[in-house]
């Protein structure tokens, strides 16, 4: 079936410092990535789409200088949370679409944690 | 624009007994999917079972089965036989089939506890 790697699954850094979160899709072209952010005990909230070759689109409250995401290719994008703040500590998953009924797939996800 | 609901922040169930999880929804949309994940302590999202909005049938997944009552707008997780594994996480989405790329939108999710 499809897969979406994702890493790092855990990473600590420090105030100030960026962070880069990578998906791959390892068996199929993802041409759409959605990233989603999940705070302890919350639902899943979706934060921006990104399209192979095109700018993201951000949704509303999420800042796009801070959390900058690229497509560059089908089958890698990737989600750099700059300036980490504690506040930014959070689950952070990706989810691609594919060509199934099912219609997505998930990465295993990324814990962040900024100190 | 979609929502799910998920109204029952935490259940318990016993082992080998059956236990319902509910979702309703609200979309404007026609044609439409829905979805049920499980989200265990590691955090990955695993896709359990997915209903259409024009399938007929509940859709089932060998334990899982979907109670879907379209008039009342209501897609609620059915577990038979629940097993200490369960115990995790689960969420309900959907998500608009007529729109190429649409995210799903997730409920807020139900905690199941399985007691031996």
């Known amino acids: 079936g499809a897969v979406v790697s994702q890493h790092p699954s855990r990473v600590i850094c420090k105030s100030g410092t960026s962070v880069k979160i990578e998906c791959r899709s390892l068996?199929?072209?993802?041409?759409?990535m959605f990233w989603y952010r999940q705070f302890p005990k919350q639902s899943l909230m979706l934060m921006a789409t990104?399209?192979?070759?095109?700018?993201?689109?951000?949704e509303q409250g999420v800042e796009k200088d801070k959390f900058l995401i690229n497509h560059a290719s089908l089958t890698l994008s990737t989600l750099t949370v700059t300036s980490a703040h504690p506040e930014d500590s959070s689950f952070y998953i990706c989810?691609?679409?594919?060509?199934?009924?099912?219609?997505?797939?998930f990465g295993s996800g990324t814990r962040l944690t900024v100190v | 624009a979609q929502k799910i609901t998920q109204t029952q922040p935490g259940m318990f169930v016993q082992e080998k007994e059956a236990v319902t999880l509910d979702c309703t929804y609200d979309t404007s949309d026609p044609s439409y999917g829905l979805f049920w994940y499980k989200q265990p302590s590691s955090g990955e999202m695993i896709f359990l079972i997915y209903?259409?909005?024009?399938?007929?049938q509940n859709a089932t997944e060998g334990r899982y089965s979907l109670n879907f009552q379209k008039a009342r707008k209501s897609a609620n997780l059915v577990i038979s036989a629940s097993q200490l594994g369960d115990s995790a996480m689960y969420f309900c989405?959907?998500?608009?089939?007529?729109?190429?790329?649409?995210?799903?939108?997730f409920g807020k999710g139900t905690r199941l506890s399985v007691i031996a």
């Open positions: 990104s399209n192979e070759g095109s700018k993201a689109t951000y």
């Open positions: 209903q259409g909005s024009y399938d007929q």
């Open positions: 989810s691609a679409r594919v060509d199934s009924i099912y219609g997505y797939t």
């Open positions: 989405a959907m998500r608009d089939l007529n729109s190429g790329n649409t995210p799903l939108v």
């Open positions: 068996d199929f072209q993802a041409t759409t």
